[in-house]
């Protein structure tokens, strides 16, 4: 089993994967990430055309939003993703 398959059951399975989607979401809408992919959706659209379909759409910002995530988001995550494991016991990283 992969790590990133390790970490995705462990997290299912005590129930915290919500709550690092909320966290995630939460932290994404303070730091003004949300609206920035937001401007480029509609700066695609603007390009591309009022008749892009949404898949076009997704595959065109989906590279740029991940690269704009936040470092210090990421790392805060990851910090709350090691500790939910290192709290459980029987987890081979």
């Known amino acids: 089993m992969t790590l990133t398959k390790t ?3 462990a997290t299912i ?3 915290d994967r919500s709550k690092l ?9 303070e730091c003004g ?6 401007l480029m ?3 695609i659209i603007k390009e591309k055309g009022s008749n892009i379909k949404v898949e076009q759409l997704i595959a065109d910002v989906t590279p740029r939003a991940r690269a ?3 470092d210090a988001v990421k790392k805060e995550l990851l910090m709350k ?5 290192a709290a459980q016991e029987g987890i081979d990283l």
């Open 7 to 9: 970490v995705d059951q």
């Open 33 to 38: 990430w949300r609206d920035e992919v937001r």
């Open 81 to 85: 993703i090691k500790a939910i494991l």
């Open 13 to 15: 399975l005590s129930g």
């Open 68 to 70: 704009t995530v936040p």
């Open 41 to 43: 959706c509609r700066n």
């Open 21 to 29: 989607k909320d966290l995630l979401c939460n932290r994404l809408a």
